[in-house]
């Protein structure tokens, strides 16, 4: 694991982990948070994230991101940030790595649907479900349910958008009250890192699968801050670029001037706050990660682009309105009929349209991928097709 001396005070150090909350024997070859990172890794909810979609269907295309590969591309964005302010890369990845856990099939399409059908039982929260893959629903461990993550790595989880102060989903409130993971302060500046590390490659993919997509051309994306200037100048360096290249050369170009831009604010803001340790960090009252003025800006007008021109584009809109069909008309029967249910899931169901069963069938529905989502239904509602 690294050494003391290898990182910046304000660290996490996996020497000073909180620990679990079931007790366990340390590794001898992994730190903490390796060995998080590997346990995330190795769950079922991780494996799904190869057929869960960001923004298109599995079947619209092999060469569109899904929510595994996106975790991969953060993950490797958290590690170079990391190891340049000299925090912990393991705990950076981990959370890089858990971060989409909690995500249902469909991306956005499929969270909307959730959030519509659960609002009588108290709501749909990614976030909230993501704390609940790996606190209880993964099973793998013979003393426990979910992973047993240590206290840093389910704090970065939970937090990773900043304190939770006011109104929270249930489980994250009733997982506090057993655990407690300071809710009321900044997560670790690794989870800082993780956070932002999502929106770099969130919004720079979701430009090139855009693109791909022929939802918007370079030619729109020309007005937009730091991004139009980007095209121009990797124009004007290799005149005559085929779209393609000129596409991946500008994206990977795009990316790496935000890390830059990310290291160097934040770096001033160290310079600035002088934390001593994470708990100073945690304790600052203010995010210690984070862009220039200039690049919020940017990223801003970028987010607000794609909202208008990708996520709300008819092709989207149709296949997204396909999507939500699908997924409520899932939660509808199984609530209403929780003997459809599979027999794992059926002997823990309660009565039928009660609370206890809806949550269930939640958990159940929000853990498949957009495929195994799409055949479920076509079994259940196609009269042609053997069940």
């Not at 050494?3 to 992994?30: I, K």
């Not at 929270?168 to 009250?177: D, T």
């Not at 490659?201 to 022929?214: F, I, P, T």
């Amino acid at each position: 694991m690294p050494n003391r001396q290898d990182l910046a005070p304000y660290a996490c150090m996996a020497s000073e982990s909180r620990g679990r909350l079931y007790a366990e024997a340390e590794s001898r070859t992994r730190s903490p948070f390796q060995r998080d990172r590997d346990r995330i890794i190795h769950s079922a909810a991780f494996r799904r994230l190869q057929y869960k979609t960001q923004v298109f269907v599995y079947h619209e295309g092999d060469n569109f991101r899904t929510r595994l590969t996106h975790s991969l591309e953060v993950a490797q964005i958290a590690r170079s940030i990391s190891r340049q302010l000299k925090l912990d890369e393991d705990l950076a990845e981990a959370l890089a790595l858990a971060h989409d856990l909690g995500h249902p099939p469909f991306g956005h399409a499929g969270e909307d649907a959730l959030k519509e059908v659960m609002q009588p039982f108290g709501g749909f929260d990614h976030n909230a479900r993501s704390l609940r893959v790996v606190t209880l629903l993964e099973t793998r461990y013979p003393g426990f349910d979910g992973l047993n993550l240590a206290w840093e790595t389910l704090e970065g989880l939970v937090k990773h958008n900043g304190p939770l102060t006011s109104s929270m989903p249930a489980y994250i409130g009733e997982y506090q009250q057993r655990h407690d993971l300071e809710l009321s302060t900044w997560p670790s500046a690794e989870a800082q890192v993780a956070a932002l590390s999502d929106d770099i490659a969130y919004n720079n993919h979701d430009v090139e699968d855009g693109l791909r997509a022929g939802l918007f051309t370079v030619d729109d994306l020309k007005p937009i801050l730091v991004v139009g200037p980007m095209f121009d100048e990797i124009s004007k360096r290799h005149p005559g670029l085929d779209p393609a290249r000129l596409i991946h050369t500008v994206v990977r170009e795009l990316i790496g001037a935000m890390v830059e831009d990310l290291v160097a604010e934040t770096q001033r803001r160290i310079d600035e706050a002088k934390p001593k340790s994470a708990a100073e960090v945690r304790a600052l009252g203010r995010p210690l990660v984070g862009f220039s003025a200039q690049m919020q800006q940017a990223d801003r007008e970028l987010k607000k682009f794609l909202f208008a021109h990708m996520y709300r584009h008819y092709k989207v809109n149709r296949m997204t309105s396909k999507a939500r069909r699908v997924v409520r008309d899932l939660f509808t029967l199984f609530l209403a009929e929780p003997e459809c249910l599979p027999e794992e899931w059926r002997i823990k169901a309660g009565a039928k349209n009660s609370p206890e069963t809806a949550l269930l069938v939640c958990d159940y529905v929000a853990g498949m991928t957009d495929r195994f989502a799409l055949e479920e239904h076509r079994r259940l509602f196609d009269l042609q097709v053997t069940p």
